[in-house]
Nanobody
Framework: QVQLVESGGGLVQAGGSLRLSCAASGRTFSSYAMGWFRQAPGKEREFVAA????????YYADSVKGRFTISRDNAKNTVYLQMSSLKPEDTAVYYC??????????????????WGQGTQVTVSS
C-alpha cells in the first residue's frame, strides 16, 4: 500500500511559478512510475506529466510541454512538478498518482494504482 500526499498548491498570478511535491509512504516508491493529473471544475481528470521509476524517461501533455517539469528523488520518496509560465487555464486540483508497473508512464488515469488527495492550484489573470 502506498499513501501519497501532495503539497505546494496555492494562488499565483499568470506567468508565475509553483512547485508541487508529492510525498509517498512505503519502501517500494522507487519501483513505481509516478504521474501528475489535474481536474478543473466540470471537466474530466486529465494527464499532465509522468516519470518512470528511475527518472530516466518523462512524459508530458502537449498543453504543458516546455512549461512544466516532472522529477523525482527516490531517496526522499518524493516526486515534484515544477510549473512555470502558468496560465489561468492551468487552474485545477492537481493529483499525483503511483503506478506499480514502474517501467512505463501512462496518460490513462485508470492505469494508476494509488492517488493522493489533491492540491488546488489557482492562476489569476
Amino acid at each position: 500500500q502506498v499513501q501519497l500526499v501532495e503539497s505546494g498548491g496555492g494562488l499565483v498570478q499568470a506567468g508565475g511559478s509553483l512547485r508541487l511535491s508529492c510525498a509517498a509512504s512505503g519502501r517500494t516508491f522507487s519501483s513505481y512510475a509516478m504521474g501528475w493529473f489535474r481536474q478543473a471544475p466540470g471537466k474530466e481528470r486529465e494527464f499532465v506529466a509522468a516519470i518512470i521509476w528511475s527518472g530516466g524517461t518523462t512524459y508530458y501533455a502537449d498543453s504543458v510541454k516546455g512549461r512544466f517539469t516532472i522529477s523525482r528523488d527516490n531517496a526522499k520518496n518524493t516526486v515534484y512538478l515544477q510549473m512555470s509560465s502558468l496560465k489561468p487555464e492551468d487552474t485545477a486540483v492537481y493529483y499525483c498518482a503511483a503506478r506499480r508497473s514502474g517501467l512505463y508512464g501512462s496518460i490513462r488515469p485508470y492505469e494508476y494504482d494509488y492517488w493522493g488527495q489533491g492540491t488546488q492550484v489557482t492562476v489569476s489573470s
